[in-house]
């Protein structure tokens, strides 16, 4: 009788075992991660552990571009070339938070560890997304700039005394919440953004099927402006004459590394992306006739020419940090450069910590369809298309 009882209660015990870990299973409030690619998975979510301080712990960079035109709404993500997997990821409706679809990433992850991923990780990765659109039609982004220039208190606080959001949970906390582009901006007036990406700040183009706004945060409060040119790569549009920056700017003509753009935002010593935000801007229109021609926009900026040397205009502005300022002549840039070339070269993911940059993926979203066109790994000859609803 004895040994019978202990068979069963061994019996009882793995059954419970295998009930609690099938509860669990079904609990997850996401699914398993999907690959569609290398680097590339879908995953979809009930729900997930918000957490607007969760930039505290992501110490890197990017740059990106971003361009909206019509209903046509396009982005790259521009990173180290790593060994570091993306994921679509749809989240649900719940008690207020609107539906979304976007991008996501755990930038500590490396693709062949994707099964090897905590649960926590994977319940907490939706506020690292950085672009996407939700069921309103609210498209949003977050892109670098040079806090530097503004002796980094932009990343202090917008709103002291309201609550507060890291500025890398922006973009998830607008795609929760946001009816519109406009309540977008009301909504982060209401809160005290603060931090930024690495050392650099961060803004965000929001759009909806009406119009569109650039944020930024400036000398301590969240500057919105929705008469911008609809471009936004890595130095600040929001400056006005006004501005104690602007005081010192020319308002005509900027020389960029000895050359001149003309009708350009005002720039910050720092700017980054000059190059790239001329050619968006050269070639606007195409972007608003349709998907494809808005994922063609955004090719003609990926990231990798900036290590090739017949890109014209070539792309100096990439490379202003530390001492180097878009005043500084292209002789200046040399070293630098030669080290960018050199690393590119080598296609190497695991070089740290000076790998070279790529575009890891380009989205391109329809504002009035609440869809997204993605191409992965500046691989252009093959698209993954979503849908919302």
Not at 345 to 371: I, M
């Amino acid at each position: 009788m004895q040994h019978k009882t202990k068979y069963q209660t061994r019996v009882l015990g793995a059954l419970l075992l295998v009930l609690a870990l099938a509860v669990s299973a079904c609990a997850a409030p996401f699914t398993a991660p999907k690959k569609l690619a290398d680097y590339l998975y879908y995953m979809e979510y009930t729900d997930y552990n918000v957490d607007l301080t969760t930039g505290e712990k992501v110490k890197t960079g990017f740059a990106c571009s971003a361009v909206r035109n019509g209903n046509f709404y396009g982005r790259n993500l521009d990173l180290d070339y790593a060994d570091v997997p993306e994921f679509v990821i749809k989240v649900a409706a719940k008690d207020g938070r609107y539906a979304s679809i976007g991008l996501a990433t755990i930038l500590t992850l490396k693709s062949n560890a994707v099964d090897k991923v905590s649960e926590a990780e994977l319940l907490a990765m939706p506020n690292l997304t950085f672009d996407g659109i939700n069921e309103n039609g609210v498209a949003i982004n977050c892109n670098v700039a040079p806090a530097v220039d503004l002796d980094f208190a932009t990343s202090l606080s917008t709103n002291y005394g309201k609550p507060r959001i890291h500025a890398v949970s922006v973009v998830r906390y607008v795609l929760d919440h946001a009816k519109s582009a406009a309540h977008g901006v009301e909504l982060l007036k209401n809160m005290d953004i603060y931090g930024g990406y690495g050392t650099w700040g961060l803004h965000w183009m929001l759009s909806d099927e009406k119009e569109t706004y650039i944020i930024e945060c400036i000398d301590g409060e969240l500057v919105a402006r929705n008469d911008t040119a609809n471009i936004m790569t890595n130095f600040y549009v929001n400056y006005a004459p006004n501005t104690p920056y602007a005081k010192h700017v020319a308002q005509s003509g900027q020389k960029v590394a000895g050359k001149v753009y003309e009708g350009f935002p005002i720039l910050t010593p720092h700017a980054c992306g000059v190059e790239r935000y001329a050619i968006l801007k050269e070639h606007y229109d195409e972007g608003g006739k349709s998907a494809e021609g808005m994922a063609h926009l955004m090719e003609r900026v990926k990231y990798t020419q900036a290590y090739e040397a017949d890109t014209n205009p070539f792309w100096y502005t990439e490379y202003t940090e530390g001492n180097h300022t878009i005043s500084n002549a292209p002789m200046d840039f040399k070293a630098i450069m030669q080290l960018g070339f050199d690393t590119y070269k080598l296609h190497d993911r695991n070089v740290s910590p000076n790998n070279f940059w790529h575009t890891w993926h380009t989205s391109v979203y329809d504002l009035a369809n609440k869809t997204l066109r993605l191409n992965i790994q500046e691989d252009y000859s093959k698209h993954y298309d979503f849908k919302l609803n």
